[in-house]
């Protein structure tokens, strides 16, 4: 059975950090291109950030450019999103995406709220 579970997410005042995790089993994790995406509330989704299967290069929005970082753990089957100088517009749901070719797999997602 293909599983992501993301973790980490919570309630962290503008300028926090998080580290979000995306543990995944069930496919050959490796093999995978990996993204964040998120949804805000009342909005759609919207891409964060891509972390490519072969040569690890990345890829980020420019609304958080500079502020979260995208990595993988191919022995782990986990993927990372580190957040840091949090803002209030950050708040949403985080899911986790594995994708290859026609395969495309979610997580169920973790909420991250940013408030003080």
């Known amino acids: 059975e293909v599983q992501l579970v993301e973790s980490g997410g919570g309630l962290v005042q503008p300028g926090g950090s998080l580290r979000l995790s995306c543990a995944a089993s069930?496919?050959?994790?490796?093999?995978?291109?990996m993204s964040w995406v998120r949804q805000a509330p009342g909005k759609g989704l919207e891409w964060v950030s891509h972390?490519?299967?072969?040569?690890?290069?990345?890829s980020y929005a420019d609304s958080v450019k500079g502020r979260f970082t995208i990595s993988r753990d191919n022995a782990k089957n986990t993927v990372y999103l580190q957040m840091n100088s949090l803002k209030p517009e950050d708040t949403a749901v985080y899911y986790c995406n594995a994708r290859y070719r026609l395969l495309d797999y979610w997580g169920q997602g973790t909420q991250v709220t940013v408030s003080s």
């Open positions: 972390i490519n299967k072969v040569d690890g290069s990345t």
């Open positions: 069930g496919f050959t994790f490796s093999g995978y291109a």
